[in-house]
């Protein structure tokens, strides 16, 4: 009933882009908030971006000024464009819906690996 695809993960030199795409599937489901979490080994998983139903968008403070969320609400799709991107932002990216069906619940992505290095 709920699926979150991810596809645009991959290898990177520092100061290059990537754009992460996910394609969330939740019939019967009202969506409240799409986005991406990351995580690396020994750390929780952290917020990067985030939007919701009315537009607004959240941010991570290490990549404020360098990913832009969007989404077409259309097709259920959020991307993440990620610019200037920086060893540190290594990571397992997992796509995240916070989906409503009587009550709010997350669901997430497989997740796909970003690695930024030289």
């Known amino acids: 009933q709920v699926q979150l695809v991810e596809s645009g993960g991959g290898s990177v030199q520092p100061g290059g882009s990537l754009r992460l795409s996910c394609v969330v599937s939740?019939?019967?489901?009202?969506?409240?908030?799409m986005g991406w979490y990351r995580q690396v080994p020994e750390k929780e998983r952290e917020l990067v971006a985030s939007?919701?139903?009315?537009?607004?968008?959240d941010y991570g403070e290490s990549v404020k000024g360098r990913f832009t969320v969007s989404r077409n609400a259309a097709r259920n799709t959020v991307y993440l464009q990620m610019n200037n991107l920086k060893p540190e932002d290594t990571a397992v990216y997992y796509c995240?819906?916070?989906?409503?069906?009587?009550?709010?619940?997350?669901?997430w992505g497989q997740g796909t690996q970003v690695t930024v290095s030289s």
């Open positions: 995240n819906a916070k989906l409503w069906r009587g009550r709010t619940a997350d669901y």
């Open positions: 939740a019939r019967g489901f009202s969506i409240n908030t």
């Open positions: 939007i919701s139903r009315d537009g607004s968008t």
